[in-house]
């Protein structure tokens, strides 16, 4: 009974033995699985960083020629405006205008004054009373007229329709150049923007 017993024990130490090896193995190969799929997901983070970071200096290297570009096209003597546009209250985009200063100077200044707010300064400056009522200003003037495929005008600091306004030099002031739609010497407060090319 007694060599019974010890072979029964012997047998129960090598199935606990087996069992606790199997285990074991099933402990690494699930450790092996954990850090491989760690190493995976890890990898595949230094891949997508790695993405962004060049998205990144793709964005600011097309950035950096854009500005470029910017400044060789604005790399002039003549003055330069811009004119936000809104629609219902909200800023949707911009316009930059190269103004002519060189060949227009009048006109260059009459357009730079209105744009940029600066007609009291200037007023004030060259002793000039603001006519009552007018505006003098692009800021929130509307733009009275659009013809699809053609142009937009706008400018009428007064009205808004483009029955009103007026240059910083008055009603009217000199042609520079050539003579505008309403005839000779008639230049003031309107501008056009065309959208076709201007023979």
């Known amino acids: 009974i007694s060599f019974v017993e010890e072979v029964l024990k ?54 950096e020629e854009e500005e470029e570009k910017a400044e060789k096209k604005w790399s002039t003597e003549n003055s330069v405006c811009r004119l936000e546009i809104g629609i219902g209250g909200e800023t949707v985009g911009h316009i930059d205008f190269e103004l002519f200063d ?8 009459n357009f730079r004054v209105l744009c940029g707010g600066e007609y009291k300064y200037w007023a004030e400056k060259n002793s000039i009373t603001p006519p009552s009522g007018a505006k003098m200003s692009y800021e929130g003037v509307p733009i009275h007229r659009i013809i699809p495929s053609f142009m937009v005008q706008s400018g009428d600091t007064t009205r808004g329709n483009g029955t009103g306004g007026m240059s910083i030099y008055g009603s009217k002031f000199a042609d520079e150049s050539f003579s505008g739609k309403a005839g000779k010497h008639s230049i003031g407060y309107a501008f056009f923007i065309d959208f076709v090319t201007c023979k």
Not at 37 to 63: M, V
Not at 102 to 109: G, I, L, M, R, S
């Open 10 to 63: 012997a047998d129960k130490l090598k199935e606990e033995l087996r069992e606790k090896k199997q285990k074991e193995q099933v402990d690494a190969d699930l450790q092996a699985s954990i850090e491989k799929s760690l190493k995976a997901e890890h990898e595949r983070k230094d891949d997508d960083g790695g993405t962004q970071l060049k998205q990144d200096k793709e964005e600011d290297a097309k950035k």
């Open 102 to 109: 060189d060949t227009v100077p009048k006109t260059a200044k």
